[in-house]
C-alpha cells in the first residue's frame, strides 16, 4: 500500500535562512509525489509535483523539491525562508485506490523574523 | 489554472438540521470528486469519492446515510450532512481529479462546518 510520512511535526526556522521540510514515501511502481500548502482556514494550494524527469522539481513560491529514489525521499526545500512561508505543509503520494491521493500528517513551518 | 470552488465557505447551523456544502469545478470537467474532512491540527481524511453518474464510494467507517454525496454533473458534487450533530464540526474540502494518469488533484478552499 502506498504510504507517506513527515517525521517532523513542527519545523522553525528564522527568516532568511534555508529551510527543508521532511518526506519520505513508500509505493509499489513509479511514485507520483506533491506538496502542497495550507493555511488556516484554508483549502490546499499545490506547490509542486514529481511525476518523472529532473530529480528536482521547482514550483511556486520559490520552493523546490528534490526526488532521492534510494532514499525515497522528497524533502521540499527553500534557499531562503520568509515569515509568510509559515503553514501548514503536506507530502502527498498518489496511488490511492480511489484515484486520491494520499496524505502525510502535516508539517507546522514557523517561520520567525 | 484548474479552480475548484465551494458553496459556503462556512455555515454555522443547529443541531438535528441538514447541511448541503457544493463543490464545482469551475474551468474543467472532473469526472471524480473527493471529498476529505480534516479535523484541527490534523491531516485530511478522505470520507468518500464521488463519480459523476453513480454512487459515490465511502471510506471504511464513514456513515454514507449520514454524509449524503450526489455527483449530478462533471462540474458539481454536494455533501449533505444530514440531522448534523456538534461531533459533525469540522474543516470538509474536496478536491477534483483532473483525469490525469498521475491523480493529480484540485482543491476547493473548504468548508468550516460548525454545528451548536
Known amino acids: 500500500a502506498q504510504s507517506v510520512a513527515q517525521p517532523e511535526d513542527q519545523v522553525n526556522v528564522a527568516e532568511g535562512n534555508p529551510l527543508t521540510v521532511k518526506c519520505t514515501y513508500s509505493v509499489s511502481g513509479n511514485p507520483y509525489l506533491f506538496w502542497y500548502v495550507q493555511y488556516p482556514n484554508r483549502g490546499l494550494q499545490f506547490l509542486l509535483k514529481?511525476?518523472?524527469?529532473?530529480?528536482l522539481v521547482k514550483g511556486s513560491y520559490g520552493f523546490e523539491a528534490e526526488f532521492n529514489k534510494s532514499q525515497t525521499s522528497f524533502h521540499l526545500k527553500k534557499p531562503s525562508a520568509l515569515v509568510s512561508d509559515s503553514a501548514l505543509y503536506f507530502c502527498a503520494v498518489g496511488g490511492g485506490s480511489q484515484g486520491n491521493l494520499i496524505f502525510g500528517k502535516g508539517t507546522k513551518l514557523s517561520v520567525k523574523p | 489554472g484548474a479552480v475548484v470552488s465551494q458553496h459556503p465557505s462556512w455555515v454555522i447551523c443547529k443541531s438535528g438540521t441538514s447541511v448541503k456544502i457544493e463543490c464545482r469545478s469551475l474551468?474543467?470537467?472532473?469526472?471524480?470528486m473527493f471529498w476529505y474532512r480534516q479535523f484541527p491540527k490534523q491531516s485530511l481524511m478522505l470520507m468518500a469519492t464521488?463519480?459523476?453518474?453513480?454512487?459515490?464510494?465511502?471510506e471504511q467507517g464513514v456513515e454514507k446515510d449520514k454524509f449524503l454525496i450526489n455527483h449530478a454533473s462533471l462540474t458539481l458534487s454536494t455533501l449533505t450532512v444530514t440531522s448534523a450533530h456538534p461531533e459533525d464540526s469540522s474543516f470538509y474540502i474536496c478536491?477534483?481529479?483532473?483525469?490525469?494518469?498521475?491523480?493529480?488533484?484540485?482543491f476547493g478552499p473548504g468548508t468550516r462546518l460548525t454545528v451548536l
Open positions: 478536491s477534483a481529479n483532473t483525469g490525469a494518469s498521475y491523480n493529480e488533484q484540485f
Open positions: 464521488s463519480n459523476e453518474g453513480s454512487k459515490a464510494t465511502y
Open positions: 514529481y511525476i518523472t524527469g529532473d530529480n
Open positions: 474551468d474543467f470537467q472532473a469526472t471524480t
